[in-house]
């Protein structure tokens, strides 16, 4: 259903009758969500009325005048905030779409990420009787306490797309985490989808700066998979193999007998999000190290796997400490970084991750031709300063610098946000050039930039050595990869990539070691299990964990059989 269509059926009521349910459902004295027609005049009634709320509130005032910049400021705020009702009213597939416009700080004014943010931690709950029998549906029983002797009907948490309870398996008195969709998401997702598409277009249409359409074209291609939680089984095996050389990483076990397309039944493990500032306060948990961590998993998941968590909202990232031997005997507590929700990841293809790579190494190495060369590469066109923007969170003029020597500010984050409002334009055509899967990487970035933000540890020097160190080993990876001729110039040039790793991951390390010394720091430089040379072992030795993939292997078999 579009928006003129909506508009059209909202008149077909008849103006007495159309007026008095929309007044009905706007005051909550009723709720019609579950009518896609309803839906759909929501989505058409907010659509007009923030268009009209800008072309109102800006009529007739000088755009370079101070008063248009307040005007549009609040028109801003308040067309945040509609619409925030309409993705809090319509659930499923718009709070997921406004999960992701929450962290779009590149592109969209600070009014609307900073409202919209409140979805990360926040979402409409589904009644629990709903939720138990989709359940009962979905596992074949008459009745869920067939299978849980215990089910607690407060959820844990709410998602866009589902929520979670924790409950006791009946078989074996295991405490577990349920995730259950939400009724009606499936069945609404496509008319949403239809819906939010012709939203995009009437903005563009009055609002040319404003090409979102890309977003739901993303959001098409990946909703079905994430509608169908058997896909996260096998993510959730899959990046469990490649992180298993991180043991501060933690992914729930997943119970496969309980899981179907909308159950599954995993490990209940507990933790504070991870943006719950008074849990790590408590616990003595330091977000600085929680920060490097965080990019070193990540980095290792882009730059080495291929294999991207693509929605890593702090919703979706639990943090604890938990006990391990100390060096000089004894225990003593460590951070633990719970990785929730693996519904969508990105597989990454070889060649993109080689470009990606080699744009970051450009730019860690202050090589400017490079940047440029890469950035093309990825689609930027002449546009390459303000892609490699885009992907580091800097201004162009630091990037030219050196990203590692200018100190971020808070100075240079406020400019960078003001000069990315008039770069509206430009940004959107960037992201509608560049390959599909970058935008999911980008996504990733956004989330964790906004941890960083929010806890005052944007630009710490010690993550980023650590994301070069996973950049580096991708490069050596897919160079030794792509050179597999057995001519002796071939033997050398890959004895002389395997040197040229070494010394630089050795300079890299000298440099921290260095950081450490001068700092006069108490904890060791390269931190409690960030082991690379373990990483690049792991990633050969098939023989420890072949026991496991065999396993998991034969999970997945019984999964798609199911």
């Known amino acids: 259903m579009s928006v003129l269509r909506a508009l059209k059926y909202l008149i077909g009521f008849g103006a007495a009758g159309a007026s008095s349910v929309v007044v009905l459902d706007q005051f909550e004295v009723i709720d019609l969500t579950e009518s896609g027609k309803i839906r759909g005049i929501r989505t058409a009634l907010t659509t007009c ?51 992701h416009l929450g962290g779009m700080d590149y592109l969209l004014p600070k009014e609307y990420c900073q409202t919209l943010r409140i979805l990360h931690s926040s979402a409409p709950q589904s009644d629990v009787k709903e939720i138990q029998k989709v359940i009962a549906e979905e596992l074949n029983v008459k009745d869920i306490s067939e299978i849980f002797s215990h089910f607690n ?36 997702a496509e008319q949403d989808m239809e819906m939010m598409d012709s939203s995009l277009q009437q903005v563009l249409k009055f609002f040319p700066e404003f090409d979102l359409m890309w977003l739901s074209e993303e959001t098409k291609a990946n909703l079905p998979i994430e509608l169908d939680f058997r896909n996260e089984v096998q993510n959730c095996l899959r990046a469990t193999e490649n992180l298993e050389c991180f043991p501060w990483v ?30 790590c306060e408590e616990h003595g948990i330091d977000f600085n190290h929680v920060s490097r961590l965080l990019g070193t998993l990540f980095s290792e998941m882009i730059f080495v796997h291929g294999f991207v968590h693509s929605d890593p909202h702090p919703g979706n990232i639990l943090v604890r400490t938990k006990k391990v031997p100390s060096f000089w005997g004894g ?70 610098k050196g990203i590692q020597n200018v100190e971020f500010s808070q100075n240079e984050d406020d400019t960078f946000r003001d000069e990315a409002g008039d770069l509206i334009v430009d940004i959107s055509h960037v992201l ?40 580096l080993r991708s490069l050596h990876n897919l160079k030794l990869e792509r050179n597999q ?28 070691w260095y950081m450490w010394y001068t700092e006069d720091n108490e904890d060791s430089p390269i931190g409690y299990d960030i082991n690379y040379e373990e990483c690049v072992d792991c990633d050969k030795n098939e023989e420890q964990s072949n026991k496991g993939k065999k396993k998991n292997e034969t999970i997945r078999a019984r999964m798609a059989t199911t």
């Open 432 to 471: 509608g050039k560049i390959p599909r899967e970058m935008l999911l990487v980008l996504k990733t970035n956004d989330h964790l930039r906004g941890l960083e933000h929010y806890y005052g540890v944007r630009g710490d020097s010690s993550g980023f050595l650590d994301m070069s160190k996973c950049c």
């Open 49 to 99: 009325s923030i268009i009209l709320d800008y072309k109102r509130s800006l009529h007739g005032i000088a755009v370079e005048s101070l008063e248009y910049h307040e005007a549009k400021a609040h028109a801003h705020s308040r067309s945040a905030e509609k619409l925030l009702q309409l993705v809090w009213k319509n659930r499923g597939t718009y709070v997921k779409v406004g999960q």
């Open 250 to 279: 933690k992914l729930p076990k997943i119970y496969t007998e309980y899981c179907s397309a909308r159950v599954l039944t995993m490990e209940y493990v507990e933790g504070g999000q991870i943006d719950d500032r008074k849990y």
């Open 485 to 512: 001729s057995t001519d002796w110039t071939s033997y050398y040039d890959r004895f002389h990539q395997r040197v040229s790793f070494r010394l630089d991951m050795l300079k890299i390390s000298l440099y921290e």
């Open 153 to 188: 009907p407060e959820p844990l948490g709410t998602a866009s797309l589902a929520q979670v309870h924790k409950a006791r398996l009946k078989k074996d008195g295991r405490i577990v985490a349920v995730k259950v969709q939400h009724p009606n998401v499936r069945s609404h």
């Open 331 to 400: 225990e003593k507590d460590e951070i633990e970084i719970i990785l929730l929700d693996h519904g969508l990841y990105r597989e990454l293809s070889e060649d993109f991750r080689y470009s990606y790579a080699s744009l970051w190494q450009s730019i860690i190495n202050n090589d400017l031709p490079g940047i440029e060369r890469w950035s093309r590469e990825l689609g930027s066109e002449e546009m390459y300063p303000l892609l490699s923007s885009i992907v580091t969170g800097r201004s162009w003029e630091v990037v030219e």
